[in-house]
């Protein structure tokens, strides 16, 4: 009995590893969501700036399949997607800040209402295009993006559910997941830039994206980030010291390539069409 009353108060050491793994999800979060500033920048500044010019053509000059001058469905799906590409980038990060959640608890539901519904908008409006459009790329990407949508889809239900059961921190671990896997896009640039930062060069990728590289990253993008979450969240849950040491190595490692992802997809996506 005595041991289990000892075994569950925290000690000085392990309360200081619970502080240091809270300081590493911290700094990735903080380089992420710079990372994420850029992306919603480049969605603004290209697709929002030449829309505001009346010259929505040179959408075309980076879709893959790109806008088609009757009314159609196809456009409906990308112009919505498009637009609500910004909103859930910029919105995402906001659900974290622990002052906006005591705070301005109202704006949290709010925003969190939004969020979920912008990802159900994203989701099924990239559904559509893969099949009725066809793939961006080959049939592999296709099948990581249908992955990508479905575990946004389960994580946004998951995060909604709990939040409305009041299962606060089970919502808490959700809203974790669904971050992540609405991220599996943003990820993919970064995953991208990385390959080709490490290999000066971008061996295993193909024009047709149906390369051994391709094909590892289509799947990577949104599971390799829930990996790494899951790692953290089981991490946090623990009393073990060395498992939350574990996850704090992780998250310093997962900030070190998302700090080099950043800058390559800055310089390989974002920044030519600026
Ligand atoms: C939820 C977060 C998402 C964001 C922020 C996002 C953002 C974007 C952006 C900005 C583009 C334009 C390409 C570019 O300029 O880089 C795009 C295109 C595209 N997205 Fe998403 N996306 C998301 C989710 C998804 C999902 C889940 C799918 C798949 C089911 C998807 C499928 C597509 C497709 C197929 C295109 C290409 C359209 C074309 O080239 O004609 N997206 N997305």
Partial sequence: MIGAISAERPTASSRRVQTWLTIAVRIWFV???????????????????SAMRNELGSWNEVLFHGLTKEISMGNVAIVSHIVFAAIITLGGPLQFIKAIQSRAKGFHRWNGRIYVFVALIMSLS???????KGPVGSIYMAAGNLLNASL??????????????????????????????VSGVWFFRLGFGLWIAIHQGAPGHTDAFDGPFDIGLALAHTTVPLLFGELYLRAKRSSRTVQKIAAMVSLHFA?????????????IFWLPSL
Wanted: with cysteine.
């Fill in 126 to 132: 990239g559904i559509y295009i893969i099949l009725v």
């Fill in 31 to 49: 380089v992420a969501v710079i990372g994420q500033l850029m992306f919603a920048y480049y969605i603004f500044a290209f697709y929002g700036g």
């Fill in 152 to 181: 946004i889809l389960v994580c946004a239900w998951m995060t909604w559910r709990r939040a409305v059961q009041r299962q606060m921190q089970a919502h808490r671990q959700w809203a974790v997941r669904m971050f992540l896997a």
């Fill in 255 to 267: 900030t070190i390539l998302t700090a080099i992802g950043v800058v390559m997809a800055a310089i």
